[in-house]
């Protein structure tokens, strides 16, 4: 079993930056790929960013954050990381980290993550 653990949400002006953490613990993290996805009050939880197994060296982005995020992880620290910059109010969600246990490359289906965490509000001003 694992838990995923996020942190780093909170009111950002529009423009500004934030970098969400998930700490992960329990399992063996660097076996998981790992994803980050959102849901806005009243939509369907969407794919933000994912990253491979191992050391992460295949990383996907949604077109909607294209060029203003990055994901990165870091193993010994079991931590996944997502970096959003020039965040805008369209941005403003709950930011979930979820880990697959099967696939190699991240999905972008939430039906194929196998570990949840709580979430972490992102609100984001204009």
């Known amino acids: 079993q694992v838990q995923l653990v996020e942190s780093g949400g909170g009111l950002v002006q529009a423009g500004g930056s934030l970098r969400l953490s998930c700490a992960a613990s329990g399992g063996t993290f660097s076996t998981y790929a790992m994803g980050w996805f959102r849901q806005a009050p009243g939509k369907q939880r969407d794919f933000v960013a994912g990253i491979s197994v191992g050391s992460g060296g295949v990383t996907y982005k949604a077109d909607s954050v294209e060029g203003r995020s990055s994901i990165s992880r870091d193993n010994a620290k079991k931590t996944v990381y997502l970096q959003m910059n020039n965040l805008k109010p369209e941005d403003t969600a709950v930011y979930y980290c979820?880990?697959?246990?099967?696939?190699?490359?991240?999905?972008?289906?939430?039906?194929?993550?196998?570990?949840w965490g709580q979430g972490t509000q992102v609100t984001v001003s204009s």
């Open positions: 979820a880990a697959d246990r099967d696939l190699l490359l991240p999905s972008r289906r939430v039906s194929d993550y196998d570990f």
